[in-house]
């Protein structure tokens, strides 16, 4: 009996062990199912998109930039491939420093590479590709190619690079591109928001993804202002991937779509005319078709070459370029601002023509002085110049007819008529960063110096420089050409631009860039009294002798304008130190009666305006009414057609 309960009792127990691994092992199993669903039908998505993303590598493409040519369709700016070798952070195998250690020892990397790289890295994410070198050749591609294996998260790729043919030529107008920094992606990102939430339609283009895989941006000039037209849209691939980072094969694309073709109004002839002229010399000119607002020449001396800029400048050329006193960096004809001097007399003697301060008929003899509240202001020529009426004024440039003139009108009667010329205003110019000056006047000096009410007041002896292009005037070289172009149109105001024609990349429209229309309230005949007056100073005035034996008429004006003050005493170039000798500008317009080209030229501490603006103003002329219709105009470089970059990348 005994014997039976204890083995009931060992079977009882046994059967509760049973029991109990089997609930144990049905509650194992009940976890790992309800896991499995949880994890199968709650989180599916989530779990499946991470698992993609580690099978699948999302890549951006980034668009080739568009061209720009000139109005003759001679290449200023393009686009050309090369092999960048890349680093994705994120991706490789050990620490960082160790991995370019030993890709050195396959492809050359120095030191100015790795401090390129590293300044990248700091804005921007890990799991992007950088490029650790640039330009590798052929032999150093398929050496890493053989090797590749060894490094995960490295890989060869085609990226476009810019390019800028003539280098130096319309460096100021044209811009470079430049490494994207974090102000450019703070602006991107502000870009986009503003295309997500503003009023206006939304444009794909602006939105922040389409610069993911970018690496470049316009930083200045039209590369800057028509960023958005220039950049194209981004285009993807899926690319599906080991666990080791290496591609397997690409499962779908969409393809980048490259920038617009710009046209631009420039003649790269006529303005490596004025380049050549300019060589040795600070300065600028603006040339502008009168009857379109075309600009035909921007010149800015010295200028730069701007393929220094695309893979970012080294520290030599950044240091020869940003201490050079002669500011090569610097915009003179956008944003550098001068006294125009006696090129300002012209559209005086139209004020008081239009005002009834003047007739032409009108004439004084000239003393040689003008006297204020006992201040003598002097004329250039001792002794005077006899009796002068208008024509004589602008022909032989008399000072005291002017002097005589802004007093009679005041500051504010004349600012009021030079503001629809383009004095003292921005003239809308499609490039960003331009200066508006000053045209003087008692508010505007009220506001100039508000910390010191003493200041505020206007004084009488303020007006009488003005007459004369001195004083308070301070005006861009773009601005006097625009009034010059505007004058030679007969009042008729066309908006000054560089960008003649946009093509679409995708549908090949293209698009005419027209300019804004107005017209300047004054007399036809009163504008052709100014005109004659300048005609004849080209021919027998103060700009004679560099317009002599020329087979066309001209019309212009010389002007010279003060730096510094002498403080009564006598000016003598030689006896001063160059920075401080007076500034040389000329006005021109060509043919007189139908005027196709309009300039304004500056070249600074140039002295005598007769000996160095105006025969730079004859270079020009001749070069664009005589020279360049003897020769056919150059045409636009062969272009292959651009393999998309994606399919030059080597084959793992």
């Known amino acids: 009996m005994i014997e039976l309960k204890n083995a009931a009792q060992q079977l009882r127990q046994f059967r509760i062990r049973v029991a109990i691994a089997g609930a144990f092992v049905f509650l194992c199993f009940a976890l790992l199912a309800g896991r499995l669903a949880f994890l199968q039908l709650w989180h599916y998505r989530q779990y499946a998109s991470q698992a993609d993303e580690n099978r699948i590598s999302i890549v951006p493409v980034a668009p080739r930039r568009g061209m720009i040519i000139d109005r003759n369709g001679v290449v200023l700016a393009k686009n050309y491939p090369v092999y960048t070798l890349e680093i994705t952070a994120s991706k490789i195998d050990g620490a960082l420093d160790n991995v370019i250690d030993r890709l050195s020892s396959v492809v050359a990397i120095e030191a100015v590479d790795k401090r390129r790289f590293k300044k990248l890295l700091e804005h921007s994410k890990p799991f992007n590709g950088l490029p650790i070198r640039l330009h590798l050749t052929d032999a150093e591609v398929a050496r890493f190619v053989v090797q590749r294996f060894r490094f995960p998260g490295v890989e060869v790729r085609t990226r ?90 690409t499962l779908w694309r969409n393809p980048a779509t490259p920038g617009n ?137 008399c000072g005291t007819y002017y002097y005589m003139l802004a007093h009679e009108m005041g500051v504010n009667t004349i600012a009021k008529f030079m503001k629809p010329w383009g004095f003292g205003r921005l003239t809308g110019v499609d490039l960003e960063g331009e200066i508006r000056g000053v045209l003087p006047s008692t508010e505007w000096k009220k506001h100039a110096y508000r910390r010191r009410p003493e200041q505020q007041k206007w004084y009488d002896g303020e007006t009488i420089s003005l007459g004369v292009g001195q004083g308070y005037n301070a005006f861009t070289i773009l601005q006097l050409a625009h009034a010059v172009a505007t004058l030679a149109n007969n ?30 309230n004054v007399k036809e005949q009163d504008i052709d ?124």
């Open 529 to 652: 009294v100014i005109k004659r007056a300048m005609a004849d100073a080209v021919t027998h005035g103060t700009a004679a002798a560099s317009f002599r034996g020329a087979p066309y008429q001209a019309a212009g004006k010389t002007g010279t304008a003060q730096v510094y003050s002498l403080r009564g005493g006598k000016y003598h170039a030689h006896q001063v130190a160059r920075e401080r000798r007076d500034h040389a500008l000329f006005i021109a317009f060509a043919p007189l009666n139908q005027p196709v080209i309009a300039l304004a030229l500056i070249v600074e501490n140039g002295g005598w305006a007769w000996q160095s603006a105006a025969p730079i103003a004859r270079q020009m002329l001749d070069y664009y009414l005589v020279d360049r219709l003897k020769t056919p105009p150059q045409t636009m470089e062969a272009v292959p057609s651009n393999p998309s970059p994606s399919s030059l990348n080597p084959t793992p």
């Open 261 to 397: 073709r710009l046209r631009l109004t420039l003649d790269s002839g006529l303005q490596q005319a004025a380049e050549r002229a300019f060589t040795g010399k600070r300065g600028a000119l603006v040339a502008i078709e009168p009857e379109t607002g075309e600009i035909l020449a921007f010149v800015s001396a010295p200028g730069f070459d701007p393929d220094l800029f695309v893979d970012g400048i080294d520290q030599m050329h950044w240091n020869e370029i940003n201490t050079s006193p002669d500011r090569p960096l610097l915009n003179r004809a956008l944003r550098g601002t001068y006294p125009p001097g006696s090129t300002y007399k012209p559209f005086m003697a139209l004020a008081a023509l239009t005002l009834g301060k003047r007739t032409p008929q009108w004439s004084f003899y000239d003393p040689g002085r003008y006297t204020l509240a006992g201040h003598v202001f002097r004329d250039d020529k001792p002794g005077g110049h006899g009796w002068v009426n208008m024509a004589k004024s602008i022909v032989v440039s």
């Open 491 to 520: 009042g008729m105001v066309m908006k000054p631009h560089l960008v003649k024609e946009i093509s679409d990349a995708r549908t090949r429209v293209k698009k005419r860039v027209s300019s804004a229309k107005g017209r300047i």
């Open 160 to 249: 476009w690079f810019r390019s800028y043919p003539l280098k130096t030529t319309s460096a100021h107008a044209i811009g470079y591109v430049g490494r994207i920094s974090a102000q450019d992606q703070a602006r991107i990102a502000l870009m986009s928001e503003r295309n997500e939430n503003g009023p206006g339609p939304y444009d794909p283009r602006l939105n922040a993804n389409n610069y993911k895989g970018s690496n470049t941006i316009g930083k200045t000039g039209i590369e800057q202002s028509y960023q958005t037209e220039l950049h194209g849209q981004t285009g993807f691939k899926a690319v599906e991937v080991t666990a080791a980072g290496r591609p397997v094969r």
